[in-house]
């Protein structure tokens, strides 16, 4: 198999991502103040989704992270409450891709940690986990969620071991992990999933990438190229490859594009420059785009991806004068669509305690949405339970749209709302004349729908404007600290995101009722 060289000129093609830029915020959308980590550890430091951004902090005497609302930009409050709950420093955070109230971090202390962040952020210092794992005899230093399965968590350290952990159960502390993997000789530098969970993909010290059965621990592949020393692996789920960020014999940096099947021989590989700095990468399967980022520098480059030679096209990259450190990425359910956002960043700058957002934009000059660059994508609810998965069950991400009013955030009241509609129309199906019933059913309810929920929701409306945002009622002086002030600020920008929500549902169950009741019109017509 020949090994295809990858060119640093752009190659001008018919592509809607050859014109890719980025944006970075402006100061007062930044977050300043933050005092970073000081950690060497090869890691992110970072966490985002749509609610809270988190990123790991300086603290003494143990370790600790902050965990900012999204919306609480400027100035951070240099007496922030922190999540301290570790004895020693946190090397690694993330958010539960399913619930974005829990976080999990892991610590030189050997443990992992899973905390429960209150829905108005963290008012006051958390040092109680909901959970307590304990099985690593050393730091434990990477932890991954599981993809498409729920409270399945995978965590490696400095005893070489990867442990998988169900959340599933009603211990508050954890000493015996579902699966322990034993299979590297050195420190586990990277884990990743490709799409549905099934393989995973580790890059190890010892120079050797493995894809291993997360399950049952099975070696399904190795790699042990002498030419190219990995230190972060990624699966391209969708494209059936691996990529990998090194350093070549020579000491240059290098990426490697990997066939997932067959790792004997890389598909592509390309030497880069001879700096010192991690290169990580972060892949979007929706646009096809892959993303290289340099730890201490400022710039990031970018590339389209395809199955068919030269496989890897670099499109341009980004140039900053401010250095990153670490790196958090928004899931694409909270990216603008509405000014054509492929993804965005959080760069971590400590030489200005600054976390930067970073938009990457796809220039459109219609202001409507795209649907060519926005695909159904991995949405906020799992594909099975974590027991359906350790049972041997495989499923793809539960896709949801990003069109604006399409499905609402609250899934899990849609999902009830649906199913007692369906049970009520279970017992009409009994009847002799089951269309003509379901057909006046649907029509009660949505004319019940447009009658009735605008005057609901205008009485709930008088009724929360008597309080405080819903919440309780406003003190007789206005608040007389910054502290009172921010509290109340929340308050108000949670009071106002319900609202919002509560009329995106509204009009999301108007027009699946209409929907259905079109669909049932058209059968019994032509019945």
């Not at 952020?121 to 304990?134: W, Y």
């Not at 070696?219 to 990995?230: F, G, I, W």
């Not at 049970?423 to 057909?439: E, F, I, V, Y």
Request: with cysteine.
């Amino acid at each position: 198999m020949t090994i295809t060289k990858m060119s640093w000129r752009p190659q001008y093609r018919s592509s809607k991502f050859r014109h890719v830029f980025g944006k970075a915020a402006t100061k007062e959308h930044c977050y300043d103040g933050v005092p970073i980590t000081r950690s060497v550890h090869d890691n992110l430091f970072c966490a985002v989704n749509p609610r809270f951004i988190a990123v790991i902090t300086e603290c003494a005497g143990g370790g600790a992270f902050l965990v900012i609302s999204i919306n609480h930009t400027g100035k951070v409050d240099p007496h922030h409450p922190r999540v301290s709950g570790h004895r020693g420093n946190v090397l690694d955070i993330k958010w539960n891709p399913f619930n974005d109230f829990c976080i999990a971090s892991c610590s030189e202390d050997s443990t992992v940690k899973i905390w429960d962040i209150p829905k108005h952020g963290v008012l006051r210092n958390i040092t109680v986990p909901l959970k307590d794992l304990q099985g690593h005899s050393r730091r434990v230093g990477l932890i991954e969620w599981h993809p498409t399965a729920n409270n399945v968590l995978f965590s490696t350290g400095y005893d070489y071991k990867v442990m998988v952990w169900n959340l599933d159960c009603p211990e508050q502390v954890i000493k015996n992990p579902v699966k322990t993997i034993s299979l590297h000789t050195d420190v586990v530098l990277s884990m990743s999933f490709n799409t549905d969970g099934s393989r995973m993909a580790t890059s190890c010290k010892d120079r050797r990438i493995r894809v291993i059965d997360p399950r049952t621990g099975a070696l399904l592949q190795e790699a042990n190229c002498k030419s190219h020393k990995v230190n972060k692996v990624l699966f391209l789920g969708n494209l059936k490859m691996i990529f990998s960020t090194g350093n070549s014999r020579w000491n240059n940096r290098q990426i490697v594009l990997w066939d997932q099947e067959d790792l004997s021989v890389p598909l592509a590989e390309e030497d880069m420059d001879g700096s010192s700095g991690i290169l990580f990468p972060f892949y979007d399967p929706d646009t096809h785009m892959l993303y290289v980022a340099g730890k201490g520098e400022g710039y990031i480059r970018y590339y389209e991806l395809s199955t068919e030679k030269p496989y890897m096209q670099f499109l341009t990259e980004h140039r900053s004068l401010l250095p990153q450190k670490g790196m958090g990425v928004m899931p694409k359910r909270g990216l603008d669509v509405s000014s054509c956002e492929v993804f965005r960043f959080y760069k971590l700058v400590t030489t200005k305690s600054l976390i930067e957002p970073l938009s990457m934009i796809v220039p459109r000059r219609s202001e409507s949405y795209q649907e060519d660059i926005y695909p159904m994508t991995a949405g906020d609810q799992p594909a099975l339970s974590a027991a359906e998965w350790f049972a041997g069950l495989n499923k793809d991400p539960v896709l949801i749209s990003l069109k604006p009013g399409s499905k609402p955030e609250d899934n899990y009241s849609d999902w009830s709302t649906a199913k007692t509609m369906n049970n009520a129309l279970d017992t009409k199906r009994c009847h002799s004349r089951p269309g003509l019933l379901q057909l006046t059913l649907i029509e009660e309810r949505l004319q019940s729908k447009e009658e009735k929920e605008p005057n609901t929701f205008n009485d709930s409306l008088q009724d929360k404007n008597l309080s405080s945002n819903g919440c309780e009622p406003l003190p007789c002086s206005p608040p007389k600290t910054e502290n009172e002030l921010l509290q109340t600020f929340y308050r108000q920008q949670e009071e106002i995101r319900s609202l919002r929500e509560a009329l995106v549902q509204r009009d999301v169950r108007i027009t699946q009722l209409e929907l259905e009741l079109r669909n049932l019109r058209n059968s019994n017509s032509s019945t």
